[in-house]
């Protein structure tokens, strides 16, 4: 009988015992693949980290292009509009650049280098006639379908990632769409030639937004004053 009595609790224990290395085991195993799929989703070019990040870049870009354009104004409530188009440009030379040491308009915009395709040139550049921090100068392209068919002095962020200059266009306008212009992206910061948008299918309208070029980089643009 003791025999008996005695290996009854020693049966449910071992049961119990089992039972329980088997749910941990499975819990384990659960964890595995929980983490395995979640490191896999941050190895994927298009994780919700590289979304937000897109998301946080184009909002960025927006902020500075807007800061430069108020800057604009005010150097034309100092000389007139018409100086914009032909004494401004983005050094920091007194009552010429926009970046007048002592009227100070504006000052240099500095982008995170995360908003920059593989291999652009992220230098910060000192202000000169044509560029400064990140961004550069081009008074020679004429707007599509703004006020005129004038040349419409533009500030320009060139060198951008594709998804990057997709969230712009899809902040401002609601679509990721990217259209092409046929021009390099030499003459858009080089400011001497025109970039080719005034006649191009889908920136009609577009004070701002963000173009592919012919050599397959991408341009964000932003009218400074309509002309």
Known sequence: MKSILYSAPGLRQRKQSGFIQAALLFGIALMTAVLGGFALANRSPTSQTDVEQAKVNASVILKQASDLRDGVARYASDFGSSAVTSTLDFSNTTDQGLFDPVARYASPQIMPTTAFAAGED??????????????????????????????????????LRADVCGRVNTLLYGSDTIPAAGTALSVWTTGTTDGGISGLAGVAGWPEGCVATSDNKHVYFKVVQEN
């Open 122 to 159: 992220t230098t910060i550049k000192p202000p000169t006639a044509a560029s400064a921090g990140h961004w550069y100068i081009n008074k020679v392209t004429a707007g599509n379908a703004l006020a005129t068919g004038d040349e419409d002095p533009m500030v320009i962020l060139p060198g």
